[in-house]
């Protein structure tokens, strides 16, 4: 059974910074690619970051130079920090798994504001 256990999340002021992580069972983790995605409220969900397998990542232009995906596959687990915060970053977000389906974390809530 997959499971992706997001935690970090939290209240932070403007400019702040944050590290979530999420931590993957029952798959190889190694093999996959992960990503992080953030839902606000009455928006879609969207692609925040993702990284391969290879550790190539890519990220939404929102985020770009303030985000940063990796991986440790040591660990099974995968990281999103974030720095900058802006008030939009505010968003429940989600770790994603491409394995044999799409699995889905329960989201951690991250919100921006002073």
């Known amino acids: 059974q997959v499971q992706l256990v997001e935690s970090g999340g939290g209240l932070v002021q403007p400019g702040g910074s944050l590290r979530l992580s999420c931590e993957a069972s029952?798959?190889?983790?190694?093999?996959?690619?992960y990503g992080w995605y953030r839902q606000a409220p009455g928006k879609l969900r969207e692609l925040v970051a993702a990284?391969?397998?290879?550790?190539?990542?890519n990220y939404a232009d929102s985020v770009k130079g303030r985000f940063t995906i990796s991986r440790d596959n040591t660990k099974n687990t995968v990281y999103l920090q974030m720095n900058s915060l802006k008030p939009e970053d505010t968003a429940v977000y989600y770790c994603?798994?491409?394995?044999?389906?799409?699995?889905w974390g329960q989201g951690t809530q991250v919100t921006v504001s002073s």
């Open positions: 990284i391969t397998n290879r550790g190539i990542s």
């Open positions: 029952g798959v190889i983790f190694s093999w996959h690619t």
């Open positions: 994603k798994v491409w394995s044999s389906a799409e699995y």
